[in-house]
């Protein structure tokens, strides 16, 4: 599920926290980072929860209204295409979402959560994704997974109090949201009929990324100061506090990689790096480290600090 620029960008963000402070110790901080990739999980599920807590607010609507004193045709005989819908009856029938729930003590339990959901569900019942799916006359499991899909993409990842709730939540999900709304994507692209819904896991089955995300930022403090030499050196006309300090942790752990993961092509270091900066820093900061970095890797080649094991990993 997790890519390496992800898990790069959580690096990141506790290094940035510890170089504002230096009052954590490193199991502290590495503490703190593989706390921060688990959370993600739950917010995984969470978007997942949503499809039954619509669910439950459409079943409970159709049940006020055939109380009505005097219910219209509508109200009695109402259209169940949303709450029949297949993919959410999966959803709703996945044991390892139920467990994951649990354990994970993540739910929308609780009256301001269910006002969210009332809320969302009244502005989705006037969206026209819903409005198509329930007056086009198809039926069938791809026009259910279809659904479900631009309903996810267009009403619920975009649902402001959503994203309000995620924020106070956490206050990196906002970074992780949209990597967490294509892995549920994924997952429901990947659904069959008739079969259970099977979510991903946090990690790939025997990878390396636990072992990646924990050398990179152990090796990046190990190495804080001859890399933070190396950049004064090669930005000999600017004094380094007046540069961006987030241009500065980027550079220390890119120039950590380049010489600790021989198996890391130099060219995807740069690249991920520039990706992270443009997103994360000043506007003229990708372009920056670029220069920097493309010095930086003359530099360690020349001095024989970076070792690459396989073909073309050099570049």
Known sequence: MLNRRHLRIK?????YAYYQSR????????????HSIERMYDL???LFLTFSELKHISTGRMEENKKKIRPSENDLNPNTKFVQNQVIMAIEACQALRKASEQKKVNWIGDEKREL?????????????YNTFMNNGRTGFEE??????ALFKTEIANFPLLYGFFEEENIYWLDDIDLMCNM???????????????????YKL?????EFVKTLLSKTLVMDAENE??????????????????????????????????????????????EIAKFYSTPKSNGFINGILDKAILRLQKENKMHKIGRGLMK
């Open 206 to 210: 025997d990878d390396d990324e636990r």
């Open 44 to 46: 995984y599920i969470y």
């Open 184 to 202: 549920v994507i994924k997952t429901i692209k990947a659904l069959s009929e008739n079969e259970a819904l099977e979510l991903f896991t946090l």
């Open 11 to 15: 690096v990141l963000q506790v290094l």
């Open 144 to 149: 259910d997974k279809e659904f479900a899909i």
């Open 229 to 274: 030499a190396l950049i004064d050196e090669l930005t000999r006309n600017w004094e380094l506090d007046r540069i961006a300090k987030m241009d500065v942790i980027l550079m220390k752990m890119a120039l950590t990689e380049l010489q600790v993961f021989s198996n890391i092509p130099s060219s995807v270091t740069l690249n991920e790096y520039i």
């Open 117 to 129: 959901f009332r809320k969302m569900f009244l502005h989705i019942r006037d969206s026209e994704v």
């Open 23 to 34: 009052d954590d110790d490193y199991k502290s901080l590495e503490k703190t980072l593989m």
